[in-house]
């Protein structure tokens, strides 16, 4: 079982800036891209933003120009970094691994993390 762990949700106001991260085992980090999701009650998960082994991204457009996705090899960590927040940047962040088929659709993962809360406020 693939094991995602998050770290550094939170609350913050809009125009500031949050990190995430997410941690794997070396193996898996090695193989797979990487990425997040997000999620709003009543809504379907949405791409955030993928990189994969070759450390090419893909943003929503929404989060272009704002957050920054990255690896970092030496910890098998993927970070997301989130700038200039906006009060709909709200939602739970989900960590994904692995895809099979696109990159950019929630059912081509199956391996997520627990989430992590962002809430933005204005």
């Known amino acids: 079982q693939v094991q995602l762990v998050e770290s550094g949700g939170g609350s913050v106001q809009a125009g500031g800036s949050l990190r995430l991260s997410c941690a794997t085992d070396?193996?898996?980090?090695?193989?797979?891209?990487l990425g997040w999701f997000r999620q709003v009650p009543g809504k379907e998960r949405e791409l955030v933003s993928v990189?994969?082994?070759?450390?090419?991204?893909t943003y929503a457009n929404l989060v272009k120009g704002r957050f920054t996705i990255s690896r970092e090899n030496s910890r098998a960590t993927v970070h997301l970094q989130m700038n200039n927040l906006r009060s709909d940047d709200t939602a739970i962040y989900y960590c994904?691994?692995?895809?099979?088929?696109?990159?950019?659709?929630?059912?081509?993962?199956?391996?997520w993390g627990q989430g992590t809360q962002v809430t933005v406020s204005s």
């Open positions: 990189i994969d082994t070759d450390e090419d991204m």
């Open positions: 070396t193996y898996i980090f090695s193989i797979c891209t």
């Open positions: 994904v691994a692995c895809a099979v088929g696109s990159l950019y659709k929630s059912d081509s993962y199956t391996n």
